[in-house]
């Protein structure tokens, strides 16, 4: 997610592509005249001391409005008393903007507008890449020094947020526009209107949830002599057709666990996986390149099994959270190499409870984690304590050790549970009839 910082940084995003835009078009050339892009009211665009129009395009965020498919996604924030923070509910929002075309001379405005409106139709999406060109440029633009709040926008967030954002164009008809520009108290121009949607903005606050659900409905005992025969009543299976080509169907955790650590074995099911040059392609939102394992050959066309590597280079490649994981391989009688479809892998992330502690002062508890994979600058970390939930101290380089604040966090034993990315670290044992928590991911706070 974003935070409160990711507005502005739409709109600077908007305005550094619409400037270069103009230049890869040669506008200047076109329009024999100089030209450029600003982002602020209309009645700012002329000066007030020159009364001089020049020719450029501005871009005004005029409204802002709730994004209907966002706004119900999450908790309440807060729980009945207005005491406990719960979650950190998104502010999902649309950003409306007015894009408007000042010439000096005729027709510099008609152009200005057409070269602007071909641009953002032909780029309807901000990618990741165009944000953090954008926001964060690197290398930095010599022999310039950005404003302080440019440079703040290059911790927004924007490029991180599960949603990318899209850019749309809206319909106005003429009493709108006349509305809008009246209130402006400015003379009307060529102008197109556009949405921005989604900006997801979310608070970094500690909050307090609650334990894993250990089964889904009442467990049921056919045979109340066998305590290990037992299902949840709430799971329900349904059978489907058989795909003629290679289809992974499920990925096997060790231990009947939800998520898998690094060294471990894991299993991949499906349909027609016996092939030459098997492999497996790991990709993971952090990385650039994604990781491929070789396999040789399998025999076995709905199953196959691989370990994940462990090895000390392993626990800075391979980070925690949420992996795709596809299979490659190339069947008998076949020339070609086929993929199958994606499924999702938690890699989830190892405490190391003996190498961990936890000490207690004026200003509350701090807990200082070991735990593997390394953590990188800027995923998603938080720890939960026996039910309190805190973020980690800023970094700024991948580390095995984290330190955790908590201004409210009882005396006594606390179960640990760390999430990376969404992957939390394994705190159930699903071995034992019912699952129960392991005792072992318990850290003693003074």
Do not use: C
């Not at 370990?307 to 076949?334: C, F, H, K, Y």
């Not at 201004?407 to 044992?429: E, F, I, K, N």
């Amino acid at each position: 997610m974003s935070s409160a910082l990711a507005i502005a940084g739409v709109t600077a995003v908007l305005r550094d592509l619409l400037n270069d835009g103009l230049i890869n078009h040669d506008a200047t050339s076109v329009l024999g005249a100089t030209v450029s892009v600003s982002a602020g009211p209309p009645d700012r665009v002329i000066p007030a001391n020159s009364g001089t129009e020049s020719s450029q395009l501005n871009l005004f965020m005029y409204h802002v409005t709730p994004n209907t498919g966002w706004r119900n996604e999450s908790f309440p924030t807060l729980d009945a008393t207005g005491s406990q923070r719960l979650s950190n509910a998104p502010l999902a929002l649309n950003l409306h903007y007015l894009l408007s075309a000042h010439g000096s001379e005729d027709l510099h405005g008609e152009i200005l507008l057409g070269y602007a409106m071909q641009l953002l139709h032909e780029m309807p999406i901000l990618s990741r890449k165009a944000i953090r060109k954008a926001l964060d440029p690197s290398p930095p633009i010599a022999g310039t020094a950005l404003p302080a709040a440019l440079k703040a926008l290059a911790d927004s967030g924007l490029e991180k947020q599960i949603e990318l954002i899209k850019i749309t164009p809206e319909y106005l008809n003429t009493e709108e526009l006349s509305k809008l520009w009246t209130s402006t108290q400015s003379h009307l121009r060529p102008t197109a209107a556009y949405m921005a949607s989604v900006v997801l903005i979310e608070s970094t606050q500690s909050v307090r949830s609650a334990p894993p659900v250990l089964t889904r409905g009442p467990v049921v005992k056919p045979d109340p002599l066998n305590v290990d025969t037992w299902y949840e009543s709430g799971i329900t299976a349904v059978a489907g057709l058989t795909p003629p080509y290679p289809i992974l169907t499920g990925i096997e955790l060790p231990d009947k666990q939800i998520a898998a650590r690094l060294g471990e074995t894991i299993k991949l099911k499906g349909y027609n996986l016996n092939g030459t040059n098997l492999a497996v392609r790991f990709a993971h939102p952090g990385l650039t390149t994604p990781i491929e394992i070789s396999l040789g050959t399998n025999a076995n066309e709905e199953i196959f099994s691989m370990v994940l590597p462990n090895t000390a280079q392993d626990d800075i490649d391979w980070p925690a959270g949420i992996w795709e994981v596809t299979a490659i391989l190339q069947r008998s009688g076949e020339t070609v190499t086929r993929s199958t479809n994606p499924l999702t892998l938690f890699l989830a992330p190892r405490i190391d409870i003996a190498g961990s502690s936890a000490i207690r002062d004026s200003s509350g508890v701090t807990i200082t984690l070991v735990f593997a994979p390394q953590a990188r600058p800027g995923q998603r970390i938080s720890l939960n304590a026996g039910g309190y939930e805190a973020s980690p101290e800023k970094f700024t380089v991948p580390t095995a050790s984290l330190q955790f604040k908590y201004a409210q966090l009882p005396a006594g034993s606390h179960l640990l549970r760390l999430r990376v990315d969404g992957a939390d670290s394994l705190l159930v044992v699903r071995l034992t009839t019912p699952p129960q928590f392991d005792n072992t991911q318990m850290l003693i706070v003074p």
